[in-house]
């Protein structure tokens, strides 16, 4: 069975820093797209910053020049480093995978369960 487990998520005051990783755990073989969403209290859920690949990473306007997201294909691992955080991006953070391949089944779409971070002095 495969699985999305994030962690790093926390307690952070404005404009420090934190970085979550997300692992893809099961008999994968390859993974096309990852990438990291978000949803505050009242709001939808957003993207935040996604790769895949052959083609370069995109991010929410919000999160340019302060959030990069990087991938470990060997290890089914990508991260999330966020600087300079805000009050705003207080959220909880969804790790992302599509078109995982497997031994027997391509999954289209799948989800973590979820780490909060919250950014407050």
């Known amino acids: 069975q495969v699985q999305l487990v994030e962690s790093g998520g926390g307690l952070v005051q404005p404009g420090g820093s934190l970085r979550l990783s997300c692992v893809a755990s099961?008999?994968?073989?390859?993974?096309?797209?990852m990438g990291w969403y978000r949803q505050a209290p009242g709001k939808q859920r957003e993207l935040v910053a996604a790769t895949a690949y052959g083609s370069s990473s995109n991010y929410a306007d919000s999160v340019k020049g302060r959030f990069t997201i990087s991938r470990d294909n060997a290890k089914n691992l990508v991260y999330l480093q966020m600087n300079s955080l805000k009050p705003e991006d207080t959220a909880v953070y969804y790790c992302?995978?599509?078109?995982?391949?497997?031994?027997?089944?391509?999954?289209?779409?799948?989800w973590g369960q979820g780490t909060q971070v919250t950014v407050s002095s």
């Open positions: 099961g008999r994968i073989f390859s993974i096309n797209g």
């Open positions: 992302n995978a599509v078109g995982i391949r497997t031994e027997t089944d391509l999954i289209m779409n799948l």
